[in-house]
T-cell receptor, first 115, second 114 residues
């Protein structure tokens, strides 16, 4: 079965510093990969997605992620964070063995940007 | 920009009562999903629905749960007899065609079972 591991439950970082949120997945087949952001008391907003093609994916709000098949990773990065980036970030993999491509989510990483 | 909507935003109910959570997916989407997020935990898949029938369900989706698309726009999740452990945020999602298309999520319904 596929699974997603987000190694860091919380990441504190100072404003304007770079950040990397780690995501590893386990799968023996091709996958689609996603990062979603959840602001307090809100729903899930898509940051970026990898379906195929270039392994470096750019998303909204200055975020990017790199798909590394050999390391089965899809880490999220931002070169300079803002206070407004404080939120919970979820990595998800789409199960392509499932006829409905359901998502399997990681446990989330709470990013706290400090002034 | 089209979006998935959910009502109510917050539902409080007594244990043993039936609840219906409502979702309006994006109009030209064909695949529909419910996910659940218990407070402080990860988002979990419940069920997927296509062509007016369940296409896949998780172990969580037992006989207490049912889904329906009663008309051309709404997609509902019914919990027949709620338990305390059903307290969670429930997200509806939809997709036009899962291949090469992401799922769009609604804002969620927070269900509190007392």
């Amino acid at each position: 079965a596929q699974s997603v591991t987000q190694l860091d439950s919380q990441v504190p970082v100072f404003e304007e510093a770079p950040v990397e949120l780690r995501c590893n997945y386990s799968s023996s087949v091709s996958v689609y990969l996603f990062w979603y952001v959840q602001y307090p008391n809100q729903g899930l907003q898509l940051l970026l997605k990898y379906l195929s093609g270039s392994t470096l994916v750019k998303g909204i709000n200055g975020f990017e992620a790199e798909f590394n098949k050999s390391q089965t990773s899809f880490h999220l990065r931002k070169p300079s964070v803002h206070i407004s980036d404080t939120a919970e970030y979820f990595c998800a993999v789409s199960d392509l063995t499932s006829g409905t491509y359901k998502y399997i989510f990681g446990t989330g990483t709470r990013l706290k940007v400090l002034a | 920009e089209p979006e998935v909507t959910q009502t109510p935003s917050h539902q409080v109910t007594q244990m043993g009562q039936e609840v219906i959570l409502r979702c309006v997916p994006i109009s030209n989407h064909l695949y529909f999903y419910w996910y659940r997020q218990i407070l402080g935990q990860k988002v979990e898949f419940l069920v997927s629905f296509y062509n007016n029938e369940i296409s896949e369900k998780s172990e969580i989706f037992d006989d207490q749960f049912s889904v329906e698309r009663p008309d051309g726009s709404n997609f509902t999740l019914k919990i027949r007899s709620t338990k305390l452990e059903d307290s969670a945020m429930y997200f509806c999602a939809s997709s036009w065609q899962p291949t090469y298309n992401e799922q769009f999520f609604g804002p969620g319904t927070r269900l509190t079972v007392l």
